[in-house]
């Protein structure tokens, strides 16, 4: 059966600092992988997809970036962290864009 | 770009009785899901819905496919303490990217 990891759990950090979030899915090949970030009692808005190693593509401009080294694996990164960054981070994982399967997340508080 | 609105915002019912959400665009959509997100966690998937019209039930949960493929409803019936969270509709062009409405979130009132 497939599963997906994401760490850290949780993770605080100044403003100004880098940062580096990962997600890896197991039991599955060539995924369609994703990036989302959620706002304190908001939806979902999609930050990146990627439908293959080193095929990236950006939803909406921001101070992020991502990057899927490996088959399974997709990492969210940023040189400069703002305040606006606080927030849930959640990674997910499909076959063919429909279902789309959500890993626990990782909340994130920029300070 | 499209429109989704989901209703209701929020709700708050006592245990045992049934629950109503739905969700309305302005664009056709290929496929519609319903998620639910508990406190902290990753949404989960309940329902996937894939033609016109179509009525699926899982368990105490039951979502159609509006025929217009632009709605489509998500009813829980006697609610128990479990069901609270926030439920998410997510419909599809049939492309590789879900829109997500703005959830509904359940409260169960002791």
């Known amino acids: 059966s497939q599963t997906i990891h994401q760490w850290p759990a949780t993770l605080v950090q100044p403003v100004g600092s880098p940062l580096s979030l990962e997600c890896t899915v197991e039991?599955?090949?060539?995924?369609?992988l994703y990036w989302y970030r959620q706002a304190a009692g908001r939806g979902l808005q999609l930050l990146f997809y990627?439908?293959?190693?080193?095929?990236i593509s950006s939803e909406v401009p921001q101070n992020l970036s991502a990057s899927r080294p490996q088959d399974r694996q997709f990492i969210l990164s940023s040189k400069k962290l703002l305040l606006s960054d606080s927030g849930f981070y959640l990674c997910?994982?499909?076959?063919?864009?429909?279902?789309?399967?959500f890993g626990p997340g990782t909340r994130l508080t920029v300070l | 770009g499209q429109q989704l609105n989901q209703s209701p915002q929020s709700m708050f019912i006592q245990e045992g009785e049934d629950v109503s959400m739905n969700c309305t665009s302005s664009?056709?959509?290929?496929?519609w899901l319903w998620y639910k997100q508990d406190p902290g966690e990753g949404p989960v998937l309940l329902i996937a819905?894939?033609?016109?019209?179509e009525l699926t039930s899982n368990g105490r949960l039951t979502a159609q496919f509006g025929i217009t493929r632009k709605d489509s409803f998500l009813n829980i019936s006697a609610s128990i303490p479990s069901d609270v969270g926030i439920y998410f509709c997510?419909?599809?062009?049939?492309?590789?990217?879900?829109?997500f409405g703005t959830g509904t979130r359940l409260t169960i009132i002791p």
């Open positions: 997910a994982w499909s076959i063919g864009g429909d279902e789309q399967f």
């Open positions: 039991g599955t090949s060539n995924p369609n």
């Open positions: 990627s439908i293959g190693i080193d095929q």
């Open positions: 664009s056709i959509f290929n496929t």
């Open positions: 819905l894939y033609k016109a019209g």
């Open positions: 997510a419909p599809n062009f049939g492309n590789e990217k879900l829109t």
